[in-house]
Each structure stands twice: as C-alpha cells, then as structure tokens.
C-alpha cells in the first residue's frame, strides 16, 4: 500500500494537482467570468421583468441570422445576468455568439476572451488536449490514481485515530508538513472521494465509448446509430432533418408558458430553435435546476410552424441517478454556502496533493543526502513547476485578460488565443527557472525555487486586482459597496492567495539558513 | 439573515463542538489540553456521547435548512471543516479546547434549566 500511496503520488500528482486547481477555480468559473468580461458586470435577479420572446428577442435573431439553421436563446439569469443568443451557420455547427444586456438589449462589447468558464473548466476535464480525448483519458488516469491515493493513504495512515486531530505546526519542518498532509486529507476524506468518484462517472461516455454498441444493438439493426440511439432514449435528444421547404415560426411565448405550467413560473432559461424557417422544425425548452442538486435534463419540444407540442422528455429513474451525481460535481444549484465549501474543499485537495510531494522529495533528500540526488533534485523541479507552475500560469491568464488591448486580433492571433499562450508561456517560464535553480545549486536550489515563484505569484496576484481597477474602474471599495459579488470575491481571493503566498515564501526564507546549518552538520 | 445561513452556521457551529469533545475523548488531545489530569472511562463516555449528539443536532439542523440531499452534502462539509478548526485550535491554542467544553456544558445546562421553567410555566 505505501508503494502504491509512493508512485501513484509521484507520477500523478502534479497532473492532479493541476486538475484540482483548475476544478476549484470552476466552482466559481461564472463569477471568474464576470471579472474577465467587464461588460457582463451586470445584476439580474428572478424578481425582474424577463424580455418579451416574440417582441423582443425575435426581431434580434431575424435580424442578425435569418438563415442560420439553429438559433439559441438563453435567458438572463442571476450567475449570468445577460441574454445571450447563439446562432449556428450553414457551413459549420460552430456558432457565433451575441450577449445583450438584461432590461435593455443593448448589444454589448465582446468579451473577446474564453473566460474561465471556456478555458479553466474545459483545462480541468481534457486539459484542452482534445485531439482522440488524450486530455480527457490523462485526467481519468489521475482520477484512477486519486482513488487509489485515498484508499491506501487511509490504510498507511496507521495512528489514524490516535491522531486524529493532530497538527504540529511548530514542529521540525518535514513533522509539520506530513500533519497537514494527513489532517486535510483525513478531514477531506469524503469530499474527495465523492468528488473523484463523480468526476470519473460523470465522463462515462468517454471511458466507456462502446457501451451504447452493445445496450442498443436492435436500433443499430435498423440502421440508427448507436450513439443517436442512446442521445434519444436516455438524454432527450434527437436530431431533425429539414424538409426543405419553408415553413414559418410560430410565437415562442405561449410554448414557454405552456412548458412553465409544468415546471413552474420562471422555470425555462433556455429555447433552440432547429430549422426555424423550415416546414420541418421544433422548438425545444430547457428548464433551470436551482432548487436540486439532480442536474434536470428534462425537456419540452414544440413544432416550430403549429406551436403543438410534438414531445416531452423526461429522463428515466436510472439517468437521473446519473444527473444526480453529474449534479454533485457541477454544483450548478443555488447554495452559496456549498458553493465556496467545495472551492475550499477543492484547494484542501490542492494542499494534501502539495504537502505530499513536498514530503515526499524532503525524506528522499534526507535519505541520499550523501550521494548526488538528481532524481530527487528533478523531482523538485518537476513539482515546483506543477505547483507554483500552474498557479502562476493562471495569473498570467487572469493578467493577460486584463492588460491586452480590446483589439479582436492581436500579433495575427485572436485576443482570447493570446490569453491562453500567456498562460502555457508563463508556465513554461516558470517550469525552466525551476530546473535552472534546482540544476545550478543541487542542496538549496529548491528552496530558493519555491520561495521565488511563491513571491511571484503574490506580485501577479496584486498586478492582477490592480490592473482591474485600472482598466474597469472597479476597485475593492467601490465593489464591495456595490455588492458587485463575483468581482469583489475574485480581488479578495487573488489578495488572499498572495497573502499566503506571501507567508509561506516568509517561511521558507527562514527556512534556508537552518538547512545550510544542518548540511555542515552532516558533513 | 436568512433561516437557511442561520441553520448552516448553528450546524457548523455544532459540528466544531462536537469534534472538540471527540478530540478529548482520544487520550493525546485530552493530555494535551489538561495535562496530568487522568481521561477516566466514565469521562471519555461522556465526551464520546456527548460528541455523537451534538454532531446528530448539527444534521438536524443542516436537515432544517435545505432540502435532504444538500442538507446531507453540507453537512459533510461542515463536518470536514469542523475537523479542520478543531485540529487548528489544538494547534495553535489548546486551552481554548477546554473553555469550549465547559461553555459547552453551561450552554446545555441553561437550555435545559429553561426548558424545565418553560414547562413548569406552561403547566
């Protein structure tokens, strides 16, 4: 069991830091979003008057894509205070998008970056390697590996009770770093289990990609596709062919309020119109589901001419055990509480993944103190940069957003690809001054790497509230009287991040005196 | 405040306490917070009980104010939090640990006293 806890630690690890990080910042990828899209800082609550559909809405769409042959329409809500429309075009399904204000439907500036709900969550599940899902499978390995880090750290654990409780903070360094290791992971216990668990289950369709071959082999004898065979029966969706001849749209009101008879007034947020100007159509209504954790997959179709309704889809007992669980990791509902427990649960995960390594490369030290440790001494580096690596990447991302000029194209690329090479740019940065220090000075060099890239990322982190304020006026006092939630909470998280980061750079600069002492001693 | 954060806080609140007990009850915390005083058997029963009650509360109160199933789910992580206080404290301040227990014991003494009142006085 520790050799399983060792190796499954120390190869995986860095990538499940990554994935942790990424997956704690995704708890809160809207209010991220509202931060690096200016023009979204908006409010919308339930208690205002939503657009007219037909009045409104309609003569937008006409207007800005009459032909497309899927029209989107989500409806302001309170994480995204704005109405968003999204078009399909003939030649590609890849769509463009418009955001609108609330009240007025103002059109408003392009955010002209993926945002973290566009890069940091999808990091976070494929790690935005999606060529034959490699990203997907490495964070499934991680997951695997993650599993089995907590079963057998739990078994390795042998004064699990005994010291249940136990954190010597004041003691030798390597004693201070296994309790926290131990105390977050003991105490985190359940929430990564289920976080992990979930995660893996949510993505069954990628590890399990053959499992509608085998479940929906009559439909394949008919000539359906399996995976259209599966869309259908268990998710509700079902593709339209045009029929070629035009065909025109019945009003959208009265099918949301026949919808909302059943779910409830204010209940829908989001309509698609397929082929809307065709004889062949349908109108399909999604409802949003604040008030439960099971993710409602439920939806309403309506002929687009007739305005009848062709179908109600309601996901099956089995399926919605799976929303269930899906609805455990997004944790889309409202519950502000839950919300940042799960962002605090998820960088509890961030600090056992942290210590552990940190432990790890520590008692190897210790142990080959003699000999040259270049394993450990790569080890070192490799963890420094997935640690402090990837935070400080983040930051670039967050900065970048901030300082680059509202230009749609920049250096012959578009801004928000400008956004993300900032952020793999800075992680490269960070990665070679990792190996350069630890190479150059095989004793202390580690030491020195984290204790640097811990007061860079505190200085990013500052940069980063004070380029906010610098470019959108909206500075901590003027957003904390506001109550503009999503910004402030960003600008007080990045000041705490570099408060700690701040601390724990204090710390390991008292720290590197003491080492070169103890270094003599052995000598 | 809303009667939903007001249950949260009370179930987290409870939690911390009840973990606290459940650190006395183990015979490091209990030497750690009161030294040479022995951790006799009727005491850890009495902390390890009054543990597990006051972490059945803090559900009843989660249960209070939301639906089951993120009642469930937060007081999970309360409970993950509340471990984390309480390891703090015996970090950082030890003897706190022992003022809770005792404001603990006060606090239920007076509901019960004012319970018995309230009863006498309805009757």
Not at chain 1, 210 to 220: G, K, L, M
Not at chain 1, 243 to 255: D, F, H, N, T, V
């Amino acid at each position: 069991m520790g050799e399983l806890h060792t190796w499954a630690g120390v190869l995986l690890g860095v990538l499940l830091f990554a994935v942790f990080w990424t997956g704690s910042l995704s708890v809160f990828d809207k209010e991220i979003d509202r931060w690096m899209m200016p023009s979204t800082r908006l409010h919308w609550d339930d208690s205002m008057q939503r657009p007219s559909l037909d009045r409104d809405i309609r003569p937008l769409l006409e207007q800005r894509a009459a032909n497309a042959p899927v029209w989107t329409i989500i409806l302001p809500l309170e994480r995204t205070p704005f109405l968003t429309l999204t078009y399909g075009s003939e030649e590609s399904r890849k769509s463009s998008r418009d955001l609108f204000h609330p009240i007025t439907l103002e059109p408003l500036a392009k955010p002209l970056t993926l945002g973290a709900s566009g890069f940091i969550y999808p990091f976070h599940h494929n790690l935005t390697l999606r060529y034959k899902n490699i990203g997907a499978w490495l964070v499934g390995i991680a997951g695997m590996a993650m599993l089995c880090l907590l079963v057998s750290g739990v078994v390795i654990h042998r004064k699990l009770f005994s010291e249940f409780f136990t954190l010597r903070l004041h003691r030798a360094f390597g004693r201070s770093t296994l309790d926290v290791h131990n105390v977050a992971g003991v105490a985190l216990l359940p929430f990564h289990l289920l976080i992990t668990l979930s995660g893996l289950i949510v993505a069954f369709a990628i590890y399990y990609p053959d499992a509608p071959q085998h479940t929906y082999r009559e439909q394949v004898q008919s000539g359906v596709s399996a995976e259209r065979a599966f869309l259908g029966e268990a998710l509700g969706r079902i593709r339209l062919r045009a029929a070629k001849e035009p065909g025109e749209l019945a009003p959208l009101e009265p099918m949301v309020a026949k919808a909302e008879q059943h779910w409830g007034p204010g209940s829908v947020y989001l309509l698609r119109v397929n082929n809307p100007k065709d004889a062949n159509g349908n109108v399909l209504l999604r409802r949003t589901s604040h008030s439960s954790v099971t993710k409602d997959i439920d939806n309403f179709r309506f002929a687009n001419v007739s305005g009848e309704v062709m179908g109600r889809f309601q996901a099956s007992a089995m399926v919605n055990t799976w929303n269930f669980i899906a609805g455990l990791h997004y944790i889309q509902f409202r519950h502000d509480a839950l919300r940042w427990l799960y962002f605090l649960g998820g960088l509890g995960g961030c600090v056992v993944i942290a210590t552990g390594l940190f432990f790890w490369t520590q008692a190897r030290r210790k142990k080959q103190q003699r000999h040259g440790h270049l394993g450990v001494s790569l080890l070192d580096a490799l963890s420094i940069a997935g640690v402090c690596g990837v935070i400080l990447a983040t930051l670039a991302f967050l900065l970048a957003n901030r300082c680059l000029p509202m230009q749609e194209q920049l250096f012959g690329l578009g801004r928000a690809r400008v956004e993300i090479l900032s952020f793999y740019a800075l992680w490269l940065v960070a990665s070679a001054h990792a190996v350069w220090r630890v190479m150059r000075d095989q004793r202390l060099g580690y030491l020195h790497a984290w204790r640097e890239q811990c007061t860079a990322i505190a200085l990013l982190a500052v940069l980063a509230v004070l380029a906010n304020w610098l470019t959108t006026g909206d500075h901590l006092l003027a957003t904390l009287r506001s109550g503009n939630g999503p910004v402030a909470g960003t600008d007080l998280c990045l000041l705490a991040a570099a408060a700690l980061a701040l601390l724990a750079a204090h710390k390991l600069r008292r720290r590197v005196p003491q080492e070169e002492t103890l270094e003599v001693a052995h000598v | 405040m809303s009667d939903a954060a007001l249950y949260s806080l009370l179930a987290l609140l409870l939690a911390v306490l009840g973990f606290a007990w459940l650190a006395l009850a183990l015979p490091n915390h209990w030497r750690q917070v009161h030294g040479s005083l022995p951790l006799t058997a009727p005491r850890q029963a009495i902390l390890r009980s009054g543990a597990s009650l006051m972490l059945g509360l803090s559900l009843l109160c989660s249960l209070a104010g939301d639906s089951p199933a993120m009642a469930i789910l937060l007081w999970l992580m309360l409970l993950s939090s509340a471990i984390v206080v309480v390891a703090c404290l015996l970090a950082c301040q030890p003897r706190w640990l022992h003022t809770i227990t005792l404001l603990t014991l006060l606090a239920f003494a007076g509901l019960i006293i004012a319970g018995v009142v309230g009863l006498k006085m309805a009757g």
